[in-house]
């Protein structure tokens, strides 16, 4: 895949931005621990963990990009020093998962609603992501498409859960916290979009320049928002629950 000094430029700083932004949110969240209660750190701590996963594995993809690269043509043949995608899903294999286990953590849910959303999700999270790279890998259409469906049914199961069953436990939180938690929702579906559309986009598109481009963009966005966006609005949720359980606000 040969790219232009511009295309090259703009994957690598994506790339560096997907990585400096993960480390950053990592330490924010690891110093906000005092700022809320106790019973909601759990939550940021989750919060660290998925950025500091992620920005362990924007190093790899960053340096593998670096090796994949001469002169502006980047390798994607497989071969031992092409570009290895295989860390995204490594990845979102460990981060998605938890991504929906902050939400739990940080509504203090009774441990029966926990464990029975927990049990659902965790398992439906990396169905979805195991199913995808078969597909992702995969140079057969019909093998693309198989994995693509496969992968969706999941998805949807965590549709249902997360807009069905958590939004039947967001009635007893304090105000304000149930529309975070609906925007919350809303920006994880809006950034999980990006991956299917890439996806899609990788079996109808064409091989070129550009496409891969757009791809690596796109991920690295979706990426950013999905776990550092998503990650401050859990800070967010889980200040205006210590708030409202007297927790002053110079604390």
Same mark, same amino acid.
């Given at each position: 895949?040969?790219?232009?000094?511009?295309?090259?430029?703009?994957?690598?700083?994506?790339?560096?931005?997907?990585?400096?932004?993960?480390?950053?949110?990592?330490?924010?969240?690891?110093?906000?621990?005092?700022?809320?209660?106790?019973?909601?750190?759990?939550?940021?701590?989750?919060?660290?963990?998925?950025?500091?996963?992620?920005?362990?594995?924007?190093?790899?993809?960053?340096?593998?990009?670096?090796?994949?690269?001469?002169?502006?043509?980047?390798?994607?043949?497989?071969?031992?020093?092409?570009?290895?995608?295989?860390?995204?899903?490594?990845?979102?294999?460990?981060?998605?998962?938890?991504?929906? #286990?902050?939400?739990?953590?940080?509504?203090? !849910? +009774? /441990?029966? $609603?926990?464990?029975?959303? &927990?049990?659902?999700?965790?398992?439906?999270?990396?169905?979805?992501?195991?199913?995808?790279?078969?597909?992702?890998?995969?140079?057969?259409?019909?093998?693309?498409?198989?994995?693509?469906?496969?992968?969706?049914?999941?998805?949807?199961?965590?549709?249902?859960?997360?807009?069905?069953?958590?939004?039947?436990?967001?009635?007893?939180?304090?105000?304000?916290?149930?529309?975070?938690?609906?925007?919350?929702?809303?920006?994880?579906?809006?950034?999980?979009?990006?991956?299917?559309?890439?996806?899609?986009?990788?079996?109808?598109?064409?091989?070129?320049?550009?496409?891969?481009?757009?791809?690596? #963009?796109?991920?690295?966005?979706?990426?950013? !928002? +999905? /776990?550092? $966006?998503?990650?401050?609005? &859990?800070?967010?949720?889980?200040?205006?629950?210590?708030?409202?359980?007297?927790?002053?606000?110079?604390?």
């Amino acid at each position: 895949m040969q790219l232009d000094s511009n295309q090259w430029n703009l994957v690598y700083n994506v790339f560096s931005f997907g990585l400096v932004s993960m480390l950053a949110c990592t330490i924010y969240t690891l110093v906000s621990q005092q700022r809320v209660l106790a019973k909601y750190r759990n939550a940021l701590v989750m919060s660290s963990m998925v950025t500091f996963i992620a920005g362990y594995h924007y190093l790899r993809i960053f340096d593998s990009f670096k090796h994949a690269s001469e002169g502006g043509k980047v390798l994607l043949d497989g071969s031992q020093n092409s570009f290895n995608e295989a860390y995204r899903y490594v990845d979102w294999l460990l981060t998605v998962p938890l991504l929906l #286990v902050e939400v739990i953590a940080v509504l203090a !849910l +009774a /441990k029966e $609603v926990s464990r029975s959303l &927990i049990t659902r999700l965790v398992p439906a999270s990396a169905a979805m992501i195991a199913l995808g790279y078969p597909g992702e890998i995969s140079s057969d259409q019909n093998t693309q498409v198989m994995y693509g469906v496969l992968s969706t049914l999941p998805f949807i199961y965590i549709l249902y859960v997360l807009f069905v069953e958590l939004g039947k436990s967001l009635e007893r939180q304090p105000a304000g916290v149930a529309e975070t938690v609906g925007r919350l929702r809303l920006l994880l579906i809006a950034t999980w979009g990006v991956y299917p559309i890439a996806y899609i986009f990788n079996i109808v598109g064409d091989a070129s320049s550009s496409s891969f481009v757009t791809v690596q #963009v796109g991920y690295t966005i979706a990426d950013v !928002l +999905a /776990k550092c $966006v998503f990650g401050l609005t &859990i800070l967010k949720i889980a200040r205006m629950k210590s708030m409202a359980e007297g927790m002053k606000d110079d604390h």
